[in-house]
């Protein structure tokens, strides 16, 4: 089963369908201020900047499709969005969602959380190839931490770190295994907290690609703050890099013309 090579297209669906219960905002997170970006929108360019991803299929929150489509797709020019559809209650509902949006030819699917800016597109682009050859693979980092297992306010066991690693995203699987998988999910009321459990629970096997610890997912204020900090860092000299290029794009009639600095690549 391993042995296919899957060298069709690639569509990323990014559920951003969630309003960010725990973040104690009104507006949903993922349309919050990033150095002067909406957190969307940086997740957004990441993917703008691969040539392994076709085409993107973006889940939002129900009543947010115009201002995403205006606000974000068309303010900042991204040219892979594909379709905007309406996320459901669960995460998973909203990939289904997206998932009924893909074109007949996809044949691998990544899923990215919107909340998540700051993956570097080297990864993005490791964890695909990983997916074409194994049929599914993720992006995760090995646990640091001494994990403890309470019951109550009582440890009653410590984990084996060693073999723990911490499930980050993009999760790109072969596009029949995750139909199968979505479609067992729904049928037997199974939620889970990412696709691969989905995938697992059918014995498929799933890849894990080294990611970074970067790739932070922004959950609370806290981690606004922090992925701030790690941009500035990055821009400022954290991982400078120097060089003279030029860059040549036609025009295209309906499409606003926009100057200015372009985004920190992050490989």
């Known amino acids: 089963m391993n042995s ?7 569509a990323a669906i990014i559920p951003a369908g969630g ?3 725990r973040f104690s905002q009104a507006h949903p997170k993922q349309f919050l201020d990033l150095a002067h970006w909406p957190v969307l929108a940086h997740t957004l360019s990441r993917f703008d900047q691969t040539t392994l991803v076709d085409r993107v299929i973006l889940v939002v929150p129900a009543g947010h499709e115009d201002y995403v489509r205006t606000e974000i797709i068309e303010r900042f020019g991204f040219l892979k969005i594909g379709d905007v559809v309406t996320g459901g209650e669960y995460r998973q509902d909203s990939v289904y969602n997206g998932f009924l949006a893909l074109e007949d030819d996809v044949e691998l699917v990544l899923i990215h959380d919107a909340v998540r800016p700051l993956v570097r597109v080297k990864v993005i682009e490791e964890v695909i190839q990983a997916a074409r050859e194994y049929g599914a693979a993720i992006v995760a980092v090995p646990v640091k931490d001494t ?6 306010e009582n440890i009653v066991q410590t984990m084996n770190r060693n073999q723990l690693w911490q499930a980050q995203t993009p999760q790109v699987f072969d596009r029949s295994w995750l139909a199968e ?9 199974f939620i889970a907290t990412d696709e691969a459990a989905l995938v697992e629970r059918l014995g498929m ?6 990611g970074s610890a970067d790739n932070i997912k922004i959950t609370l204020p806290e981690d606004l703050m922090l992925a701030e900090s790690l941009l500035e860092y990055d821009l400022k000299g954290g991982k400078m890099r ?9 025009f295209i009639s309906g499409r606003k013309l926009m100057l200015g600095p372009a985004t920190q690549t992050l490989m």
């Open 242 to 250: 120097v060089g003279i290029g030029y860059d040549v794009h036609p």
């Open 19 to 21: 309003i960010g219960s």
């Open 4 to 10: 296919v090579e899957r060298s069709g297209p690639v």
């Open 181 to 189: 998988a979505l479609s067992a999910a729904r049928k037997d009321g």
């Open 205 to 210: 096997p799933v890849r894990v690609v080294p």
């Open 147 to 152: 994990l403890k297992k309470v019951e109550g």
